[in-house]
């Protein structure tokens, strides 16, 4: 069984809040990544870390950040949420080595 | 750059039905090729991987092999059930760690 967690796992935000959405794993993974999940399904790669101290943005832009402080945590900021940040937002990591990934269970951020 | 198409859904089966979800791929190199499985409000789990041609993954009843010949990688199970009613996802993942994933396909079974 996959040990990441994300909170909270539901949001419901006014446009121009700032918040951060928090994604904790304990399986020592040293890769993490953000994903965007739009209501189609898709999945957007937003950011990724490679490991500490090591962030990179994907393959769909974002006004989101990341950091990468501690190898267990990879929280995304959003500065000032707008309606169009609506949306699923998915964390995943894996272990050097490997390839699969694991999800954390999402968290859906609805901004009014 | 790397690809992965699977078919559109959504699949409408029968309990018992055969199932087959198609998934083709282009990358560079040897990737490792992977189902994943999202239930409703959950994220993505891993259902099977293969890591090498000819390969065959397997997991509750579902498989797939690595096909290189016709970069294929298609998800089948013998008699599905509706606790299988989910979405689907096949990826890809090289050398970088930046995995592809298809668009999803839809399942939904009924008793």
């Known amino acids: 069984e996959a040990d990441i967690y994300q909170t909270p796992r539901y949001l419901v935000i006014g446009t121009g809040k700032k918040i951060t959405l928090e994604c904790s794993q304990t399986?020592?993974?040293?890769?993490m990544y953000w994903y965007q999940q739009d209501p189609g399904m898709e999945l957007h790669l937003i950011h990724y870390?490679?490991?500490?101290?090591?962030?990179e943005k994907g393959d769909l832009s974002s006004e989101s950040t990341v950091s990468r402080i501690r190898t267990e945590h990879f929280p995304l900021t959003l500065e000032s949420a707008r309606p169009s940040h609506t949306s699923q937002y998915l964390c995943?990591?894996?272990?050097?080595?490997?390839?699969?990934?694991?999800f954390g269970p999402g968290t859906r951020l609805t901004v009014t | 750059g790397n690809s992965v198409t699977q078919m559109e859904g959504p699949v409408t089966l029968s309990e018992e039905a055969f199932l087959t979800i198609n998934c083709t791929y282009t990358?560079?190199?040897?990737?490792?090729l992977f189902w994943y499985v999202q239930y409703p409000g959950e994220g993505l789990q891993l259902l099977l991987k293969?890591?090498?041609?000819?390969d065959k993954g397997s997991n509750k009843g579902f498989e797939a092999t690595y096909r290189k010949e016709t970069t294929s990688f298609h998800l089948e199970k013998g008699s599905v059930q509706v606790s299988d009613s989910a979405v689907y996802f096949c990826?890809?993942?090289?050398?970088?760690?930046?995995?592809?994933f298809g668009r999803g396909t839809s399942l939904i079974v009924h008793p």
């Open positions: 293969a890591t090498k041609a000819d």
């Open positions: 870390s490679y490991g500490v101290n090591s962030t």
């Open positions: 995943a990591s894996t272990r050097t080595g490997t390839y699969e990934q694991y």
């Open positions: 399986m020592g993974h040293d890769k």
């Open positions: 990358a560079t190199g040897y990737p490792s």
């Open positions: 990826a890809l993942t090289g050398g970088s760690y930046i995995p592809t």
